[in-house]
């Protein structure tokens, strides 16, 4: 069964440097999500994606944020200069455009991001 | 998309059917109701969906009352592989990219 998938599996940076999370979304969907979850809290939506640009961005996608969608097959996340509260779970998501059962995401199985 | 309202948690012994309600009174009509899990901090997990019909697939049934306004999410012989936080979601499917609303959940707790 396809699945979608995300690397690394956990990633640690200093405070103020650049990373990028990556995520391989199942190979037909075409609306693309990351959601995040610091410790001990809610799954939060970050962003969607759909047709090369973001369709909607919560309060927490800040200018520090950023997606791309670069070589049609990879999803990925940045964040420019991180911070201490950047620490979480990073989960992507993808859905088909249309299915006969819906719109349902598929989650991936995080990237653990510690930020010392 | 409308609020959803779920137990904190819950407990149930293996092998018995495990009974997760949520309540969704502010429920539009073309909103669905979306079951998702979480197990310890791995990635959120699709279980099943409904509009107004009772649904079934390989893991769960969904039951929704005639109102819609709640509903009731059955795993019918629960296993330790089924102790998670279970997500009870209310979204319309016609807006937008549709993002996903998580509350805090029920953690259901399977006991031996």
């Known amino acids: 069964e396809p699945e979608v998938t995300q690397t690394p599996s956990h990633q640690v940076t200093q405070m103020g440097q650049e990373v990028i999370l990556r995520c391989v979304p199942i190979s037909n969907h075409l609306y693309f999500y990351w959601y995040r979850q610091i410790l001990g809290q809610k799954v939060e939506f970050l962003v969607s994606?759909?047709?090369?640009?973001?369709?909607?961005k919560s309060e927490i996608f800040d200018d520090q944020f950023s997606v791309e969608r670069p070589d049609g097959s990879n999803f990925t996340l940045k964040i420019r200069s991180t911070k201490l509260e950047d620490s979480a779970m990073y989960f992507c998501?993808?859905?088909?455009?249309?299915?006969?059962?819906?719109?349902?995401?598929?989650f991936g199985p995080g990237t653990r991001l510690t930020v010392l | 998309d409308a609020k959803t309202t779920q137990p904190p948690s819950m407990d149930c012994a293996e092998g018995r059917a495990a009974n997760l309600p949520c309540n969704h009174s502010?429920?539009?009509?073309?909103?669905?109701v979306y079951w998702y899990r979480q197990i310890h901090s791995q990635g959120p997990q699709y279980i099943i969906h409904?509009?107004?019909n009772n649904e079934t697939n390989e893991m769960a049934s969904l039951i929704i009352t005639e109102d819609r306004k709640s509903s009731t999410l059955i795993l019918p012989h629960a296993t330790l592989r089924d102790t998670a936080v279970y997500y009870c979601i209310v979204r319309d499917n016609f807006q937008g990219a549709q993002k996903l609303v998580f509350g805090q959940g029920t953690r259901l707790t399977i006991n031996p």
């Open positions: 994606f759909y047709n090369n640009e973001i369709s909607e």
């Open positions: 502010t429920i539009s009509g073309n909103e669905y």
């Open positions: 998501a993808s859905r088909p455009r249309r299915t006969s059962g819906g719109r349902t995401q598929y």
């Open positions: 409904g509009l107004k």
